[in-house]
């Protein structure tokens, strides 16, 4: 998908956290602007990447600098790493409350719902608890929960780090479609990894932080068609240049 019109600037975003009279400098003046596309964002292990995806998302306020949305409409979904689901309702009632909270009736919410579990291959398991589900099922639900507020911007930290792999490998493949094919209202994806392979096989571009505090160490642009194909020359020579900013 193209970069588009510009969904998202970051400006001189800067976070730290205190405790204990000690403080913790992790974010350090991140300037970046998103478009329509796919972007992965890779660091060091605790350079700040959720951190960042947090503040996206409201759920932290940054210490200085600017987030700005370019469009009226800023709804934002989010998928977090481990589903979040409540354990005394069903499949579909945990994908309708955020629905219900948000004013829909439960009525309409649940019809809603209903059209974003069939999108991500749920349709007969409605009526399921999340205890009956496998990992990959229950991370479908939170997926679908994430696009039923209709999103402009899909935020996912790790979505898929606790999943087996080959769970992991269908599902990407299926969140790609799903955006690629325009049958949801997201329009660009945010997405953190700690997997190289998995930021290119996915992304439009990648954006490369440094150890704590985290800057941009760079962004690599991936001018790969899709499906990607990882044994590619192509693909490996990004991997290598990825690689390459990570250990600068």
Same mark, same amino acid.
């Given at each position: 998908?193209? #970069? ?28 970046? !602007? ?10 060091? %292990? ?27 409409? /800023? ?5 977090? *790493? ?10 579909? @009632? ?16 649940? @019809?809603?719902? #209903? ?5 991500? &291959?749920?349709?007969?398991?409605? !009526? ?29 930290? @790790?979505?898929?780090?606790?999943? !087996?792999?080959?769970? /992991? @490998? %269908? ?10 094919? &325009? ?11 700690? %997997? ?8 439009? #571009? ?19 068609? #899709? ?8 693909? *490996? /020579? ?11």
């Amino acid at each position: 998908m193209s #970069r588009g019109k510009v969904i998202l600037s970051l400006r001189n975003i800067t976070k730290s956290f205190t405790e204990d009279s000690k403080t913790l400098k992790v974010i350090d003046g991140i300037s970046v !602007d998103i478009g329509e596309e796919f972007v992965a964002i890779l660091g060091p %292990s605790g350079c700040g990447k959720t951190t960042l995806l947090r503040i996206i998302a409201g759920l932290e306020k940054p210490d200085g600098g600017e987030i700005i949305f370019t469009s009226k409409d /800023a709804r934002i979904g989010f998928v977090f *790493q481990f589903p979040t689901l409540l354990p005394w309702m069903s499949v579909l @009632e945990n994908v309708a409350l955020p629905l219900r909270v948000n004013g829909l009736s439960w009525q309409e919410a649940k @019809e809603r719902a #209903r059209k974003y579990l069939s999108l991500v &291959g749920l349709a007969s398991f409605e !009526d399921f608890y999340p205890r009956e589900l496998s990992g990959g099922m229950r991370q479908r639900v939170n997926l679908a929960r994430a696009l039923a507020i209709e999103p402009v911007l899909l935020l996912m930290d @790790e979505p898929f780090s606790a999943l !087996d792999p080959l769970t /992991a @490998e %269908s599902l990407r493949s299926e969140v790609l479609d799903l955006w690629l094919w &325009g049958v949801t209202s997201v329009r660009t994806i945010l997405m953190v990894t700690h %997997s190289v392979d998995e930021a290119i096989l996915m992304a439009d #571009r990648v954006i490369v932080l440094t150890a704590r505090p985290a800057k941009i160490a760079g962004i690599v642009d991936i001018n790969l068609p #899709r499906p990607r194909d990882r044994r590619s020359a192509d693909f *490996q /020579a990004l991997e290598d240049k990825v690689y390459e900013l990570i250990s600068s």
